[in-house]
């Protein structure tokens, strides 16, 4: 099966949920559609979704909530 | 009883850090920069005589953690904590755990930020001291009644808020009376229905406001003020662009005003530089007190420029208890200075934050210009904290010098290597309304909706 890596947009902090008491957007095993949220980048005290770029099944996390990311670092991947 | 100190521990990042250094370093203090694993490079641990790691890039486990800066601070051997402004700098229990740790801390004392940082407290302290406030109910108002009693008093407009809304949720503004008892059955409805709570409470609506505020530096007895600073240039209620004195202001209202600070100030016993916010309506000459900040703030330098003194210095030297070194007939205004808030964002794509590496970079100067910044050239602005690059600062013999003065300045400015929110300063200083000093703080929103495109490199 073809595999996807989801692709941090910004440097910055990496969230998994919308905020710190809500449940995480997306976990391991979920399918998300194109264009899904699947997390959030702090940048600079303002903050950007972080989108699925296609339709599959989330196979992995690389990065847990909080961690600081660098723009293009892998984010999570999709079986496709 | 005025305490010897040797060494100055600093508790923040940034511009104000290296601000921080410079004055520490003219006192003949030795400094310790704090800092967060992502800012083991930055300018400030570059001038600081040592520095030490407080903790991961998140500020919320390093610069906010109040133990962590704490521990840091009485293992590093200092024996002074300068917050700086922002992170820990208004929190009471930070300047408690400091003095508790044996230290000195470079600002009010708890119990004064404590008052100043609540509300309802702040608001009757300055009632108190007879500060104007935005005239209203003063609390809830329990009958369609005691609400006409309300607005006979202050007139229209009013604006009518729920009394467990917030941020800017739960509000109406009503224009006559007919309208008004309209509104009231209307908005306690609502209010209940919103927040479980139908409570409502009444203010004068200021339809067109511009903000001042008020620059004091008190020593736990006197209290001086360092006259004004307007920052109505304001964009998502971030001061963009601020300038001293007031252009609008009349002789008068300015006396007034200053006094009223000073007022406060007095009332409660202030230690520290301080700042005193205010909105003037400028169709009335009325002003209205906002809220008081306890520490130092980002634009005080345009008040340096004007009055020639340290700020910075001289905050420090009242927190270890000396005296006020000046009455306040040695402080004049002489002539208008402006600073221009050099962020790293996109202004023509929404200000989005635009971190990274510091490929060139070029500096203004000359005659009347100052630059009090975070950069070099190859450092890589990290992307865990607030935009603001730097602060361009110019000072000229009046305000239409200044703002030519800026615009030559922005010229010579070049920041490559990402984008910045020098275009929009660029825009600004040719802006017929800006240099007329036409605007309130709604203006520059307004303004950029037509002129974003023209802000770009």
Not at chain 2, 126 to 138: C, D, E, Y
Not at chain 2, 151 to 159: K, T, W, Y
Not at chain 2, 201 to 214: D, G, Q
Not at chain 2, 240 to 265: F, H, I, N
Request: proline share 5%; with cysteine; aromatic share 6%.
């Amino acid at each position: 099966m073809a595999t996807k890596d989801v692709l941090s947009p910004l440097p910055g902090t990496f969230y998994r949920k919308p905020s710190p008491d809500a449940p995480v957007y997306k976990s391991e095993g979920d399918t998300v559609k194109k264009g899904e949220v699947i997390g959030l980048i702090e940048v600079m005290k303002s903050f950007h979704e972080v989108h699925a770029d296609a339709d599959g099944t989330i196979t992995a996390f690389h990065a847990d909530n909080e961690d600081a990311v660098m723009a293009g670092q892998p984010l999570a991947t999709l079986a496709i | 009883m005025t305490r010897q100190i040797k060494t100055l521990f600093i508790a923040n990042r940034g511009e104000i850090a290296v601000r921080i250094i410079r004055a520490a370093r003219e006192l003949g203090l030795k400094t310790i920069q704090a800092h967060s694993l992502a800012d083991a490079d930055s300018l400030a641990v570059r001038l600081a005589d040592e520095a030490v790691n407080i903790g991961p890039p998140s500020a919320a486990k390093s610069y906010l953690n109040v133990d962590a800066v704490v521990a840091a601070a009485v293992a590093s051997g200092a024996d002074a904590v300068h917050p700086g402004y922002g992170f820990l700098a208004e929190n009471a229990r930070f300047a408690e755990a400091v003095e508790a740790a044996g230290l000195v801390f470079v600002g009010p004392t708890p119990q004064q930020i404590r008052m100043m940082g609540d509300k309802v407290s702040a608001l009757e302290a300055a009632i108190h001291a007879g500060v104007p406030t935005v005239p209203g109910s003063k609390g809830r108002v329990e009958t369609p009644e005691a609400a006409g009693v309300v607005v006979d008093r202050i007139g229209f407009p009013v604006m009518i808020k729920a009394s467990a809304g917030g941020g800017g949720r739960g509000i109406r503004v009503a224009t006559s009376r007919d309208e008004f008892d309209r509104l009231m059955p209307q908005a306690s409805a609502e209010a209940l229905a919103a927040f479980g709570d139908g409570g409502l409470y009444i203010e004068k609506f200021i339809v067109s406001s511009r903000h001042v505020e008020v620059q004091v530096l008190g020593d736990g007895h006197d209290v001086v003020h360092f006259y004004e600073r307007e920052c109505s240039l304001q964009r998502r209620r971030q001061k963009v662009w601020e300038e001293a004195p007031a252009a609008m202001l009349p002789a008068d209202v300015r006396a007034k005003l200053c006094q009223s600070a000073v007022d406060l100030a007095k009332a409660v016993k202030y230690r520290g530089a301080g700042t005193i916010e205010y909105l003037y309506d400028d169709t009335t000459r009325d002003f209205y007190f906002l809220e008081m900040n306890t520490r130092i703030q980002v634009e005080h330098p345009v008040t340096e420029m004007i009055t020639g003194f340290d700020l910075v210095r001289e905050m420090i030297r009242v927190s270890v208890g000396e005296k006020l070194r000046m009455k306040q007939s040695d402080i004049v205004i002489r002539g208008h200075a402006i600073e221009c808030r050099i962020n790293a964002e996109d202004p023509t794509k929404n200000f989005m934050p635009a971190p990274g590496l510091i490929e060139s970079l070029v500096v203004p100067g000359g005659a009347g210009v100052r630059f009090d910044s975070l950069l070099y050239q190859g450092y890589t602005v990290p992307p865990f904290y607030d935009s603001l690059l730097g602060k361009l600062i110019v000072w000229d013999e009046d305000r239409s010098a200044a703002i030519t003065r800026m615009a030559r300045a922005l010229s010579e400015l070049k920041i490559g290597g990402v984008k910045t929110t020098r275009g929009l300063h660029l825009a600004l200083a040719s802006d017929p309304d800006v240099q007329a000093a036409r605007f309130d703080t709604q203006f520059l929103e307004h303004w950029l909706e037509k002129h974003s495109e023209q802000c770009g490199e």
